[in-house]
């Protein structure tokens, strides 16, 4: 009798830590799936992001292009930002070879009129021709360069904290067997009025 209550007693622990086990099971269970939707919904949200954030560079892209076809530097002007870095523009003044990198980015930053001045590639036909063409245009991230264009070339009122950094390449000079090609690279930056030019180089 003695051991019959022994058994009885045991197997209603087990039961009850079953029962605890259980729930605590689809506590667990509830939770990794709130999680994984939550993860979701966060990339979700951010593809969406991403998304509207392309199509406005496009829509800098275009009108950008469209003032560079009408020569209309006081268009251009406003669709950029007030100093732009130009890597392949030429410097005033020669630096000593033991300057820093952080002297030579500061030399390739300049006011957009004068990047106007030193960039006159941008109004050759090959450039031209190509700025609506966009089997030769590719929009592209550059958040990795972001540290080259300071904000200070965004007017404090239109300034993000946090902006994207795109990217347009346009193919002035298709590839082919004997040559790779060649690129021209317009660099955007995001503000509260949409994207803004703010760099220019070339590849190669």
């Known amino acids: 009798m003695a051991g ?41 949200n951010n593809a969406v992001a991403e998304q509207a954030a392309m199509d406005k560079l496009q829509e ?47 030399r390739k930053l300049m006011p957009f009129h004068d990047f106007l001045k030193k960039a006159p590639q941008l109004f050759y036909p090959a450039t031209l021709s190509r700025l609506k063409d966009t089997s030769k245009l590719m929009f592209t991230d550059n958040e990795h360069n972001a540290a080259l264009y300071p904000l200070s070339g965004i007017p404090k009122a239109i300034r993000l ?32 009025d949409g994207f803004k030019f703010c760099g220019y180089s070339t590849i190669p």
């Open 4 to 44: 019959d209550s022994l058994r009885l007693i045991k197997i209603t622990y087990i039961m009850r830590n079953s029962k605890r086990i259980c729930a605590l099971l689809a506590l667990v269970l509830s939770a990794t799936i709130a999680f994984a939707q939550t993860g979701m919904q966060v990339k979700q």
């Open 60 to 106: 800098a892209w275009s009108s950008f292009a469209d003032a560079l076809l009408q020569q209309d530097t006081a268009r251009l002007r406003s669709l950029s930002a007030t100093t732009v870095r130009c890597d392949v523009c030429p410097i005033d003044t020669i630096l000593p070879g033991n300057a820093s990198a952080e002297e030579y980015n500061k």
């Open 161 to 192: 904290n946090h902006p994207r950094y795109k990217e347009v390449l346009l193919t002035v000079v298709d590839p082919s067997a004997d040559y790779e090609g060649a690129q021209q690279a317009f660099a955007f930056v995001e503000t509260k």
